[in-house]
């Protein structure tokens, strides 16, 4: 049974699996997770660990350094980075791309747990593996003038927190800020020690007073009784009247020694929602959870709990947003593109069934496309949104020139009995071609590191497109085209004319036939254009986006106590409320949106934009830095999109610019970080530079002389000791309540250890029972705060970086060596190498190369087995190569930086251009059979003049709304968009005016008769 025949004989079931396919797919569609990047596994975890307050120089040495040793050892280790500041360190490990990290995080946990026994008492850890869940999908703060700061955490944590976690899809919802009840007992130390009392007892008693036990069963009257000791305390006055010493004297209660009083934890974090102190609540999803699901759930069920009165909720957060605005954008870009390609086919075959045909298939490519993404565990994100948006493009081809030649073999009066055979007869071109697009797509599978996490699900959609493409444009379309179009009253527009477009590409075609000169004289320019553009245009990473919101990091100076923190940054919330972009914002003082070591000087904004009409991000961005560091002066600030602080949080490289300094003595890198500072600072367009060095706040450093501790009958350690019960309290006992516990807390009173210089006379208390000032055994000093220490690989690193404003990477980064690069910028003994987002580019850059030249070769290789020629292939791959003149041109035009968007766009446009070629070289073999070279090169021009010229227009017009950056999340495929675009422009004209000349130079057998381009339709099959 032949295909045809075949065909034929299956039409109806062919019909059936389409539309099978078509309706999984859009229930696949409803039940695809949604979210904003691709479900990507980073080969990164943290280790953060504490160790109390200790200076940062013995937070390395002790803490750090053996931590670092242990953790070396876990397979697959590729880098570490750490960070040491004073009691905390931070230990980032990077591993190969492809590594099972959730088996990698037990080891590393394994390996940590291993050393810990010898590190400092009290030292505490976490391990995190980064991904995007790491981050909220949606947050919201809680502000009131009513409400007290604890009564609002306690609604957050018991009310709001269970209510959410039952959500479908949710990890888990973190309660930032507020406080937290305890009970404090502010004991008088010289009224102890008219007691004989010491804090310690003070201490124990109120454990010991505070006890709930089962201590026995006794079976009796026929039932079995459980005895319980319960002498729970409740109250405050319970409180003051546990029993401390009895005696002749009386008894001596807590009351007596101490104030009991209601109070909050120590804290030394801030939040703020719109300027107001406020209590935030994050929710974050599961690796594999649905985002826009998760959200439209959380926003159901606050809006159905009833917050009490005076309580205001805000959202400051929402991803599902820009994931739904993409969404919509890609819808509106595909019917857009769908009804500008209906536009064409209307134009060029003056038939509305030939259309109906079209528009019935893509739309059952792109659902059976989703129908595999879901096949495949893919969720709907920027990248497999875009994925499809861009693919329509490239599916309406395969269509159009099946539908096309349909129309030129059975329009012609042949009748649908010349459906199935012409579909039959394209089939051969149309394989090649497809084969063509789709190979492109084979190396991009091997890319890794960001790019590769990225763009492999764009590269996944993509592919699975045109292969679904493929198989419904071979089988579909042809018994579609036979049941639909009534071929009996509509016949083909062109044929027996010869219409206007095809007598100017005549023309053309015979003078250059006949001055092949005017192909160099061509050419040559499109070469130097595309040199000069390649030379001007700017390199990036990602490309931009507005993202609606942008994250503000900031930092006071060194110590700065966290009320004086609050007090300057009052000042820059008062300069976002002013900007009539902003719409809300949020605010962390000792936090970050990311993690990572915060003091109480340091932390983040994030701001929330208005939607459009408004300036975009960048600029409303410039404009407040400009007016915080105007303003401002005691504060740094540094402001970054969204995506980008995110995936650099992922990465470890948050910043554009990262200059890695290391030095045989490390002595010399801090006066080299700041050097290095103000030499990039006089770079155009470097801005929120930062030397790298950060300093904690002074510090009261107490050194007990031994000798002298000993004549009071004490040591050091008992004296230390006792400054921390002072000081810090000791958490004696919990109170139990309805939904939570509540600490009691012995210390010192407030009035006792406000101020520095109280710290000399607190009385200490030595094992006899007597008190003596702390200053008769110790001498008090202040420290300067010592600056964070990085370890890059086990060796010290100061890492100097910066932001980009109004440039782009390459060019900037160009600068900055120049400016690093000059007669002593540098002192002896100190190099530099480039890391942050930089470092990923030129590993991304190096990747794509590797794919675009593996994609030639790949193209080569597939055309050699088509044509078993080489100078076939080497024609066409040539004329493909020329193409990427245009692409340096448009975006050297458009001002669009070329990054790894562009960079794909430009690897694909090779296949699409191989493509074109195939369908009029096949259509040249076909003509040999029948007529001279020369002539079947001139008729094969003509014949595919208008199925390229139609699916030329057509994936042009379907990619302009992704060109024009039309709606939200668009600006990420835009670069490839304006890519494919510019060199499908710049290839119609090489597949059907250059390439007939060059074959014709090529062939062997010279000129041949017949050199005229005939007016008369082609040759019936």
């Known amino acids: 049974m032949t295909l045809t025949a075949w065909i034929e004989h299956h039409r109806r079931s062919i019909i059936f699996v389409v539309l ?18 691709p479900q990507i596994t980073f080969p990164r975890a943290v280790v953060t660990v504490d160790a109390g307050d200790r200076p940062a120089d013995q937070m390395a040495l002790v803490v750090t350094q053996p931590v670092e040793q242990a953790v070396r050892r876990v397979p697959g280790v590729r880098h570490i980075r750490s960070t040491s500041s004073r009691g905390s360190a931070e230990i980032s490990l990077d591993f190969d791309w492809g590594v099972d990290m959730v088996a990698t995080t037990l080891q590393i946990d394994a390996a940590v747990a291993q050393v810990l026994p010898s590190l400092p008492p009290g030292t505490s850890y976490d391990v995190r593996r980064m991904d995007p869940t790491t981050f909220p999908i949606i947050a919201y703060g809680l502000t009131s003038d009513r409400v007290s700061p604890t009564a609002l955490r306690d609604l957050a944590q018991y009310r709001i927190v269970p209510l959410l976690s039952a959500i479908p899809g949710v990890a888990r919802v973190d309660v930032l800020g507020g406080a937290q009840q305890e009970v404090q007992v502010a004991v008088d130390p010289h009224r102890l020690d008219l007691d004989g009392l010491a804090l310690g007892d003070v201490t124990a008693a109120l454990g010991a007073a505070n006890v709930l036990n089962a201590v026995g069963r006794i079976e009796d009257h026929h039932k079995l009784y459980l005895v319980v000791t319960d002498e729970t305390l409740h109250q405050l006055d319970q409180i003051r009247s546990v029993v401390l010493k009895s005696g002749p004297a009386g008894v001596i209660r807590v009351g007596d020694v101490a104030t009991v009083t209601d109070a909050t934890t120590p804290a030394w974090t801030k939040v703020d929602e719109d300027g107001k102190s406020a209590v935030l609540f994050q929710v974050y999803q599961q690796p594999d959870g649905n985002s826009v699901q998760i959200a439209k759930d959380v926003r159901q069920k606050l ?23 993409s969404a919509g954008s890609v819808r509106d870009a595909i019917f857009i593109g769908l009804g500008l390609a209906a536009v064409v086919l209307f134009v060029f075959l003056r038939n509305w069934r030939t259309t109906l045909v079209a528009m019935l298939v893509v739309p059952a490519t792109l659902a059976s496309t989703v129908l595999v993404l879901s096949l495949i565990g893919q969720s709907f994100n920027i990248m497999t949104l875009g994925g499809i948006a861009a693919a329509v493009g490239l599916v309406i081809d395969d269509v159009i020139v099946m539908i096309e030649h349909i129309a030129r073999r059975a329009g012609t009066g042949a009748g649908e009995a010349a459906v199935l055979p012409a579909g039959r007869e394209f089939l051969r071109p149309l394989t090649g071609s497809s084969l063509a697009t789709l190979i492109v797509f084979f190396p991009l599978g091997f890319l890794t590191g960001v790019t590769g996490a990225f763009f492999k699900a764009l590269s996944v959609t993509m592919a699975s497109a045109l292969v679904i493409s493929y198989l419904l444009t071979a089988f579909a379309v042809p018994v579609l085209a036979r049941h639909i179009i009534d071929f009996t009253r509509w016949h083909d527009p062109a044929h027996g004319r010869e219409p206007w477009l095809e007598r100017q590409h005549r023309r053309l075609l015979q003078r250059i036939f006949a001055a092949p000169w005017l192909i160099a004289a061509a050419v040559v320019p499109l070469l130097a254009l595309g040199w000069v553009a390649y030379g001007h245009v700017g390199t990036g990473f990602m490309p931009a986006m507005d993202e609606g919101g942008f994250v503000l990091d900031y930092r006071t100076l060194p110590g700065t106590s966290l009320t004086e923190t609050d007090r300057e940054l009052h000042q820059v919330e008062a300069i976002l409320r002013a900007t009539p972009e902003v719409d809300t914002f949020s605010r962390r003082t000792g936090l970050g949106l990311g993690g990572g070591l915060n003091e109480a000087n340091q932390g983040d904004f994030f701001v929330r934009l208005k939607p459009p009409p408004r300036r975009g991000s960048d600029e409303v961005m410039a404009d407040i830095r400009q007016r915080v560091e105007a303003q401002v002066p005691g504060v740094q600030v540094e402001l970054a999109q969204l995506m980008e602080d995110l995936i650099g949080d992922l990465t470890a490289v948050p910043q554009p610019i990262e200059i890695q300094l290391f030095a045989s003595d490390p002595a010399t890198l801090i006066p ?124 010290r690193m100061v890492a100097v970086t910066a932001r980009i404003e109004n440039r782009d990477l390459g060019s900037t980064i160009q600068d900055v060596r120049q400016a690093l690069d000059r007669p002593g910028a540098l002192p002896a003994g100190v190099s530099y190498t480039l890391g942050g987002l930089y470092e990923q580019q030129q590993i991304a850059f190096a990747g794509l190369l590797k794919v675009f030249g593996a994609a030639l070769v790949a193209e080569l290789i597939l055309l050699l087995f088509i044509y078993e020629r080489v100078v076939l292939p080497v024609i066409i791959i040539g004329t493909s190569l020329l193409s990427t003149t245009a692409v340096f041109t448009a975006l050297w035009l458009t001002g669009i930086e070329l990054n ?54 057509a994936a042009i017009l379907t990619l302009m709304p992704l060109a024009l950056g039309l709606g939200e999340g668009s600006a990420m495929q835009q670069p490839l968009a304006v890519a494919i675009i510019a060199g499908l422009i710049l290839q119609f004209p090489m597949v059907l005016l250059v390439m007939p000349v060059l074959i014709s130079l090529t062939n062997r057998t010279g000129p041949a008769s017949g050199g005229t381009v005939a007016a008369s339709p082609a040759p019936a099959e």
């Open 20 to 37: 099978a396919l078509a309706l999984a797919g859009g229930i696949s569609a409803v039940s695809l997770p949604v979210g904003l990047f």
């Open 900 to 953: 790894i968007t562009a960079m794909m766009g430009m690897t694909m446009i090779i296949g699409i251009a191989t493509e074109m070629a195939i369908f009029y070289v096949s259509e040249y073999r076909e003509l040999t059979q029948e007529m001279p070279p020369r002539q079947a090169l001139l008729e094969a021009s003509r014949n595919r003049l208008r199925p390229i010229a139609m699916t030329t227009l």
């Open 672 to 795: 080299a970080a700041k050097t290095v500072a103000t030499a990039i600072g006089k770079v155009d367009g470097v801005v929120d530079i930062k030397d790298g060095v950060t300093l904690a706040g002074d510090a009261l450093t107490i050194q007990v002389d031994p000798v002298k501790a000993a004549l009071e009958g004490t040591d050091p350690a008992q004296v230390s000791s006792q400054l921390d019960a002072y000081l810090n309290g000791t958490v004696a006992t919990n109170l139990p309540t309805a939904v939570k516990q509540v600490g009691v807390r012995v210390i010192l009173p407030a009035g006792e250890r406000r101020r520095d210089g109280d710290l000399a006379q607190l009385p200490i208390r030595a094992p006899d029972g007597h008190l003596f000032p702390l200053e008769r055994v110790a001498t008090i000093a202040t420290d300067p705060g010592q600056p964070e220490i990085t370890r890059d690989d086990l060796q």
């Open 303 to 325: 809006a159905g709990f009833r917050m009490p009165a005076g309580i205001q909720l805000a959202n400051w957060y929402d991803q599902s947003v820009l994931v739904t605005q």
